[in-house]
């Protein structure tokens, strides 16, 4: 509890005096929440905001999408095959963000390996620009970097459910269907809850990846922090948005966290 209190509650303190905007001036330090109404009744941030929300979800929707299936082939299915895939997870995030960014942009780039190849084949006669710098391109890039800390928690979940339960629930004539939304999903929701909570909120404070791939569509509230801070050297905006994203995040965590509760409950 201690190092919790002086490694993490401690820091957030000082953000939050930071975010406050301490001015001196006349000899006396001035408090001011300026910087909050000023980031919350900007349209800018509104704006940027809403397409942070809408890729960070598209990505761990698609995550989840991959991770669930994936998962389960991992824990019922794998047999021999088990441990080397989830190694290969493990390989798989062992490789720095940065260097899997930029291998993206060497594949998706305007003289990246797609163009010249389909120009190879002459399927086009100039690069595809749309492949690189847009939102998509962005969920594309996060999907891959975080997978394995959606997979990996799912698998575990799903290593702790009894196979039993799908034995006799398929000789009662249930199908696939009935057995992954009555029994695999409230099973795995705690997995579920970890996995939102590894990756979903991060994925809010990501700057590099719409940095290198996203252009200006795929501004983010990362990159706005990072810019205010860096950029700018407004501690206060930044500060302040900063815990604007931490209580956004306890939000997400929160809900995340009744509904694996109820799931759970359900099942």
Known sequence: MLVLVLLVLVP?????????????????????????????TDPLYRK???????????????????????????????GRFEVPLLLGLVVLDEL???????AW???????????????TIGVIDQPIDALLFNEV????????????YTVIPLYAAMKAIDRKLFEAAADIGAGWW?????????????GIFVAVLLVYIPLFTDFATPTLVGGTSGYMLGQAVNDLILK???????????????????VVAAIAFRLARINKLES
Request: with cysteine; glycine share 8%.
């Open 232 to 250: 700018q050297g407004d501690l206060a905006q930044g500060a302040a948005l900063s815990n604007l994203l931490l209580l956004a995040s306890g």
């Open 178 to 190: 009935c057995m992954l939304r009555r029994i695999l999903l409230p099973l795995a929701a705690p």
């Open 12 to 40: 957030m303190l000082i953000l939050f005096l930071i975010s406050l905007g301490m001015e001196v001036g006349r000899g006396q330090s001035v408090w001011s929440l300026d910087a909050y109404a000023s980031i919350l």
């Open 48 to 78: 940027v905001a809403l397409t942070t929300v809408v890729i960070a979800t598209a990505a761990m929707v698609v995550q989840l999408v991959i991770g669930v299936p994936l998962a389960a082939v991992m824990a019922f299915k794998a």
């Open 137 to 148: 391109t962005v969920v594309v890039v996060l999907s891959t970097g975080w997978i394995t």
């Open 105 to 119: 942009r060497m594949l998706l780039g305007r003289n990246g390996i797609i163009n010249r190849f389909l120009e």
């Open 96 to 102: 720095n963000p940065v260097v899997r960014v930029y």
